[in-house]
């Protein structure tokens, strides 16, 4: 059973690429910062074209901070570099908040 309440998260992150080759869904990975460890991890943004979101990605642009809320699932997946798995994440978002201050 599966509940969209329980599974919502908020990040903040730096935008690393945007993805606008599709149209439904458009692709955004951002740069999350750890601030208490000297790390960061990246985040792959789903944005569907029905959702709030899609109303602002033409405004997001590469290097920007942006806030989005979504649910957040696991995206495991194979480095092309040196063929390991890797844990990653991916956030189908539900709104994007822009920085007007970056």
């Not at 033409?58 to 699932?73: A, D, F, N, P």
């Amino acid at each position: 059973m599966f509940s969209r309440g329980l599974n919502v998260c908020t990040l903040a992150g730096n935008v690393i690429a945007i993805d606008t080759r599709t149209i439904n869904p458009v692709e955004i990975v951002i740069n999350v910062d750890n601030k208490h460890e000297k790390n960061s991890f990246v985040v792959t943004i789903i944005v569907w074209n029905d959702s709030l979101a899609s109303h602002k990605v033409s405004y997001v642009e590469e290097g920007s901070l942006i806030i989005v809320t979504g649910s957040i699932e696991p995206l495991p997946y194979i480095s092309e570099y040196d063929d390991q798995p890797y844990s990653g994440l991916q956030l189908t978002a539900f709104d994007i908040f822009l920085d007007v201050n970056s």
